[in-house]
């Protein structure tokens, strides 16, 4: 089993539309959770990042962590066609970060 | 523009060959990772140095070594390329050792022929 599952779509969705993207894992010892934006051609870019469990939200984007279920997620309100790119999780515990493989996400005007 | 230069941007060369990449963290930022992207594996972590010395050890193979000069800068070496080596490097900095929040650079288009 992987470190960590990320389904890597492609995802197409309206304008408008409210975005789930989620990631899988497995180690239990990750403490932080990160979630980037990686437009074509270009590096990753953090969008935010949470502590432990719960939920943290910054303008139009809010981020989930559900430690017992290994399970975190990023939601995207009134989805805009300048979201469309690929979406990473990243986690790390006491080592760098392990990145998912990254859910491609399309906005359609 | 995160800060965080890599240069080349494009590198085209044959197996066997060797090749530098280039990382100049931003202002101030005294780690330095290095990240390989490949459509099939993602971002894989390669290798970290904090202030010149090497901090952390991902998948780095053997034909790959890196090193952080006195100035900051970070240098990744590949020799002995195959073409599976053919990936984007990133380069990533940060200000201490275990920050959460690093920076990218653009990244290298490696491609080997």
């Known amino acids: 089993q992987k470190e960590v599952e990320q389904d890597p779509g492609p995802l197409s969705v309206p304008e408008g539309a409210i975005v789930s993207l989620n990631c899988t894992y497995s180690n239990s010892a990750f403490q932080y959770f990160m979630w980037y934006r990686q437009y074509s051609r270009k590096g990753p870019e953090l969008l935010m990042y949470t502590y432990s469990s719960g939920n943290k939200e910054d303008g139009r984007f809010t981020a989930q962590v559900d430690k017992s279920s290994k399970y975190i997620s990023l939601f995207i309100r009134d989805s805009q066609p300048s979201d469309s790119a690929t979406y990473l999780c990243?986690?790390?515990?006491?080592?760098?970060?392990?990145f998912g493989k990254g859910t491609r996400l399309s906005v359609i005007a | 523009d995160s800060g965080v230069t890599q240069t080349p941007k494009h590198l085209i060369t044959a197996t066997g060959q060797r090749v530098t990449l280039r990382c100049s963290p931003r202002?101030?930022?005294?780690?330095v990772y290095w990240y390989q992207q490949s459509l099939d594996q993602g971002l894989q972590f390669l290798i970290q140095?904090?202030?010149?010395?090497?901090?952390a050890k991902g998948n780095i193979l053997e034909r790959f070594s890196a090193q952080q000069f006195p100035d900051l800068h970070s240098e990744l070496n590949l020799s002995s390329l195959e073409l599976g080596d053919s990936a984007l490097y990133f380069c990533?900095?940060?200000?201490?050792?275990?920050?959460?929040?690093?920076?990218f650079g653009q990244g290298t288009r490696l491609t080997v022929v």
């Open positions: 140095y904090y202030n010149g010395e090497e901090r």
């Open positions: 202002s101030g930022d005294l780690s």
């Open positions: 990533a900095s940060s200000v201490a050792a275990g920050d959460t929040e690093a920076f």
């Open positions: 990243a986690l790390r515990g006491n080592t760098p970060l392990v």
